[in-house]
């Protein structure tokens, strides 16, 4: 599923000035192709990069913008004369097989994001151009300040002595449950810390009608979404159950070791059983929203009031911005719970995903470099008159999440030592963490005295910056305080059976674990489903895993 990602949410500078990296003639693994640059780094003749993209259909454009033609790219244009074209577009669930189409039929666009899978297979046929000299020539020192405090991540895209992609970096992630604190303090209830004591709240809300007649006690994946996320989608943290598994020690979707130390599919494993069954519990009892994964949108759920508990990571509060709209009491404030048995917070560890990679066959492969600069960098000013505000990954083209590996920590450690009075703004490295210094520069703008209760009713919530400064201090704060237990998968990328079994083997895993939760399928079920599982391919898949 593709998710709308704002660039501020990264802890990113999404814009910036060529001239630090392209202030002489370019050249490139094309002798006879030569590209120029004026004095301000802006290409003297159109350089045109065609992509493909990813498109979400529900993301609103402004006017008559598409994401081909909106002011980021227009800007491009207009200031470095980088003209983004889209050989194909594809929604959703579509786009990791159109890029597979793409690699099969060789038939490559200049640039497109790719999965490690995918990234593995065009290196195999040759298809990706060398991109050692290009970023050690033009790659700005910003771009390579981000990867070098991301160790391995340059190293594990290099084969022979060759760099084929440019990784995303990862963003810290876990998943936390959000409440509406303001129906804890109305019914005197106490914070989470176990799964019970999640049921409690949930059970506690319906009775009291704190949503109206229909409340809903917990809302989560919505339709086409996941249960939990995968090792392919270990990012997935938001509005799925993935907490109630990790609290029940189970990790569906990944690969971790089973008693005798080799590896094994989470799925499979008598953890998830057990957690199914609380599911199904939760599900009789009315817990669990009764259309889960049914419903179009779980945010619009929330922007409702009817509901007062998701799960999401620390960055939700960008999309619940309607629910604070229609209600100005709506006090969502994240907790670092359900724990385990033990009173440990678990959960699946964040990977790389996604990978930009560049045709051999692109006489240009400088100018993904180039808009990787753009990218990170600190903003040119004509970027404040000609786009002047938070652009999403849908407008930016190749957008990756590219920041410093501390970069969540910085900006909510400086902003609260910024709002204590212990750090001024012009101590904050500006240079480095270009977002943290626009973070705190409108931190008072934004939070209200007691700078350190983030209660929604100390925030001036008119503000611009809002939804960014909300994120980083009410969540971000709860997520970099929290003791994790992180389990990360044993494999990342799908093995050779995977490539043409997994889309069965996970649509058998959906189904099942669905019926199990709605109580369309006995329990027993899923022994059915693991026995499944293994004769379709699992058992071989499960060998490769170990083999790796």
Known sequence: MIKVVKAGLAGLLITASLSACTSKTESNNNADNVLKVDSDGKYTEPVEVSIGKGIDANYKFEGNDTAENNAYTRWLKDRYNIDIKHEWEASAGDYEQKVSLTIASNDLPDAMLVNESQLKQMIKA???ADLSDVYEEYGSERLKDIYKSNPGLLENVTVDGKLYAFPETTLPSAPMTWIRKDWLDKLGLQPPKSLQDVENIAQAFIDNNMGGQDTIGIVGTAQGGALYPTFLTSGDH????APVF????AYPGIWVKDKDGKAAYGSTLPETKETLALLNEWYEKGILDKELGLRKSTQEVIASGKTGIYFGAWWTPYNIEDSVKNDPNA??????APVDTAGVLNSNETTGSQYIVVSKEYEQPEAIVNLLNIHVNEKDVSYKEAVGKEMTSQEIPLFTIMGHGDQLKYAVDTTRKFLAGEVSLEEVDKVNYGFTYELVSHAKNTKIEPYDNYDIQYWNKDDEFFTHVYSHLNGGSTFVDADINYVRSLATAKTKTMQTRWTNLKKLEDETF???IFGNAPLSDFD???????EQGGDQITKEVNEQ
């Open 331 to 336: 006090n969502w404030r994240p907790y670092a």
């Open 514 to 516: 669905l019926k199990i």
């Open 246 to 249: 990790f609290a029940n020690n």
């Open 238 to 241: 938001s509005f799925n159950l």
């Open 126 to 128: 040759d298809q990706l």
């Open 528 to 534: 059915t489903f693991v026995e499944q599982w293994k």
